[in-house]
């Protein structure tokens, strides 16, 4: 029984320390960055440091440096707000509009940032043979300088005509209530020759240490997609050691940034180039380069793209492109997570909040575990009623532990009883409680998530720590009502500790998580009240 209390406590601990540390990597302060690092587009325009692709993601060469000042067009949507700079078309900042940077703040999320030490841009253009982003990056010209969504649609053309006789009209194509825009190339060759090109789209983000624990390292980098693998983590530690070149059907390539993801998502009909490399300042580089594409004398083309740039929803990613909904990363337990966040969904759909979806959803779980609880508790009751057998083998065989060993083996058989009966159903419960952590810290629709009275936000800790007191209170009672059957003396002080250092714990999580366990506990509360009447009917002790 002891052993069995034992080992609770240490997959208890572990388990909380793991998430402890995943949430201060997630959720803490931020490591200060050196003012010397602050970088702007201008002054790492993408020729600059050979960061455009030329013809094949492989080629290193640097590119020449050409300074170019061009100006910056306003895209206002419904869901975005862009910047879009017209030296080669790059959207160098991205607003989104239905995000606030704060709950209750007049600022919105700023996914895609032009300056400063986190700076991060989308870039796209045409490379290959005759590519207008080949050397240096094309200057756009543009109609006017603000464009602002009326209806159910946008488009923003911009044009350049190249020495070669080639004429670029490069239109970005937004629509209502999405984070999607298509990019599309309309290129028209009015030279004698034929001309070849190849798009390309690109993400150019800083690298930021954010450190993180050496059990379950935090994830701020690039991922992709290939035919063989749905979803690739591409780190910017993977992207120094070694540059990503992968041909593959299809594909996409992405920043991730917990809440939010921006994302290339080339034709799905033909094969793509695959590729990262690091920048001669230390910005990281994951993009897509397609097939080139030939122009006859006197003809045009169309090569589209599409850019997303928004938040990790995972049913509107699966439509986007194969594997994007994957960026909602659920680690190891994905399996359990994507069935609870579908039913938490489901929930709330039903009744609009998603605290009480909360609720409603571990009432459903601790129910179906309910047979498992059970199992637990008279696991450990019959381990309790052993307690004289045992002693009197500790007596019988002292300090010969094989044949103590031995004998307890044959009583457990005997008396049909499992000594991990007592742990193995709690085994069992913790994959739930980690897979609905996960899903509580990936789910974008939990951000900024209202429950009752001053729960205004279940994806942060609660600011009066109410719940994780009355969380760490209700561990209490639990204790209480479990016998303590430890003689160890250090043991049962420890035991006696932990919910004072759950609680402590529990200070940091977030809201919706600490209201998962509390509530947890409450059912677990009521499930072993008529666990241990119904034992005491037949006979089993239960103290």
């Not at 379950?216 to 983590?233: C, H, I, L, N, V």
């Not at 909360?358 to 601790?366: A, E, F, N």
Request: glycine share 8%.
């Amino acid at each position: 029984m002891e052993s069995q209390r034992s080992f609770l406590l240490i997959g208890l601990a572990m388990v909380s320390f793991l998430l402890w540390q995943q949430w201060q990597v997630d959720y803490g302060p931020q490591p200060a960055q050196p003012v010397e690092s602050q970088q702007t587009v201008g002054s790492d325009a993408p020729n600059s440091n050979g960061d455009v692709p030329i013809a094949t993601p492989t080629n290193k060469s640097a590119l020449p440096t050409q300074s170019v000042v061009g100006k910056v067009i306003s895209v206002t949507t419904d869901t975005l707000q862009l910047s879009i700079n017209t030296v080669g078309g790059d959207v160098i900042s991205a607003n989104l509009l239905k995000y606030p940077l704060e709950q209750g703040s007049q600022g919105t999320y700023s996914l895609l940032r032009p300056s400063g030490p986190t700076i991060f841009v989308a870039q796209s253009g045409l490379v290959g043979t005759n590519g207008i982003d080949k050397g240096s990056r094309p200057t756009y010209s543009v109609g006017q300088d603000n464009f602002v969504m009326e209806g159910d649609s946008l488009t923003v053309p911009i044009t350049y005509t190249a020495k070669s006789g080639l004429r670029v009209t490069k239109e970005f194509i937004f629509s209502k209530n999405s984070h999607e825009v298509k990019v599309n190339y309309h290129v028209e060759n009015t030279s004698s020759d034929v001309k070849s090109v190849k798009q390309f789209g690109q993400l150019k983000q800083s690298t930021v240490d954010q450190g993180g624990s050496m059990f379950m390292p935090t994830y701020r980098g690039g991922a992709f997609s290939t035919e063989d693998e749905r979803y690739e983590k591409y780190s910017f530690d993977d992207m120094q050691d070694k540059n990503l070149n992968q041909s593959t059907p299809a594909g996409w390539a992405a920043m991730i940034e917990h809440y939010f993801v921006s994302a290339w998502v080339p034709p799905q009909d033909q094969i793509n180039s695959l590729y990262s490399k690091m920048t001669q300042n230390g910005n990281a580089i994951i993009g897509f380069i397609g097939q080139p594409v030939d122009i006859e004398s006197g003809q045009s083309v169309d090569i589209q793209s599409s850019l997303y740039l928004g938040p990790k929803d995972q049913d509107t990613l699966e439509k986007i492109a194969r594997g994007l909904d994957l960026t909602v990363d659920y680690g190891f337990l994905w399996w359990i997570s994507k069935y609870l966040f579908a039913f938490l969904q489901f929930i709330h759909s039903l009744i609009g909040n998603w605290g009480f979806s909360i609720i409603l959803i571990t009432i459903v779980v601790k129910g179906a575990m309910y047979p498992l609880t059970k199992a637990q508790y008279e696991s450990m009751a019959k381990m309790r009623a052993l307690k004289p057998k045992m002693d009197a083998l500790k007596e019988r065989y002292g300090d010969d532990k094989q044949k103590m060993q031995q004998a307890m083996m044959e009583m457990y058989k005997k008396d049909k009883v499992n000594p991990m009966g007592g742990c193995f159903p709690l085994l069992l419960q913790m994959p739930i409680f980690l897979a609905l952590y996960w899903v509580l810290l990936e789910s974008v629709e939990l951000r900024h998530a209202d429950f009752i009275f001053w729960i205004t936000d279940l994806s942060v800790k609660d600011p009066y720590f109410v719940l994780p007191i009355l969380t760490g209170i209700s561990m209490f009672l639990l204790q209480k009502l479990q016998p303590m059957t430890m003689t160890d003396p250090m043991q049962q002080k420890i035991m006696q500790f932990m919910p004072v250092a759950m609680s402590l714990f529990f200070f940091i999580f977030p809201a919706g998580l600490v209201l998962y366990w509390l509530i947890s506990n409450i059912i677990t509360l009521v499930q072993a009240k008529i666990i241990y009447a119904s034992m005491e009917k037949r006979g089993l002790k239960t103290k």
